[in-house]
């Protein structure tokens, strides 16, 4: 199993209302880096891809499945 970096400690340990705060459209992007270095971190190429797709649709529809999935699974999917 991969080691854990620091950036993926520490966005898992975020409070739950900071992470909905990340979900809002301008700050969605930090979820999209989250997945890159996860996927990156765990050598999931699958991962990588959907970081890079949510980066291009932070600001249209992507931001709306992370609160979705932030309010109800405390942490946002596909990552």
Known sequence: MAKKSSLIKTFDELPWLLKIILCIPALDIVW????IVKGVTENNMTLVVIGIIWIIG????TWIIDLISVIIYKHPILA
């Open 32 to 35: 999209a880096i989250y997945r």
């Open 58 to 61: 932070a600001c249209s529809i």
